[in-house]
């Protein structure tokens, strides 16, 4: 079985930074596939913030570039996605997700079970 636990949330002020991490369980090397963030502002759908292919490249929701950047340790097994100068905005539950694929579009297989940030002006 496939798990995903996110950590890393909390509550900080506006202008702050966060690192959330995912770490994934041995049996599925995020190595060979593709792991993503996304988060789920109240009230909203959930919404896609940052993918990472096996290859290491990185994609990001243009809303958030130049803030968020994604990236992962193999070796650890571990996505993380670094927030900097947190906006009020930002407050979110945000999930890490995998599939069993190394291409990164279409349903995502897995899914933690979200870390909650929030952010006060």
């Known amino acids: 079985q496939v798990q995903l636990v996110e950590s890393g949330g909390g509550s900080v002020q506006a202008g702050g930074s966060l690192r959330l991490s995912c770490e994934v369980s041995?049996?599925?090397?995020?190595?060979?596939?593709?792991t993503a963030w996304f988060r789920q502002i109240p009230g909203k759908a959930r919404e896609w913030v940052a993918t990472?292919?096996?290859?290491?490249?990185?994609e990001m929701e243009p809303s958030v570039k130049g803030r968020f950047t994604v990236s992962k340790d193999n070796a650890r097994n571990t996505l993380y996605l670094d927030i900097n100068s947190l906006k009020p905005g930002d407050t979110a539950m945000y999930y890490c997700?995998?599939?069993?694929?190394?291409?990164?579009?279409?349903?995502?297989?897995?899914w933690g079970q979200g870390t909650q940030v929030t952010v006060s002006s």
């Open positions: 990472v292919n096996a290859d290491n490249i990185s």
């Open positions: 041995s049996g599925f090397r995020i190595a060979r596939y593709c």
């Open positions: 997700a995998a599939r069993s694929s190394s291409y990164c579009y279409g349903t995502w297989h897995y």
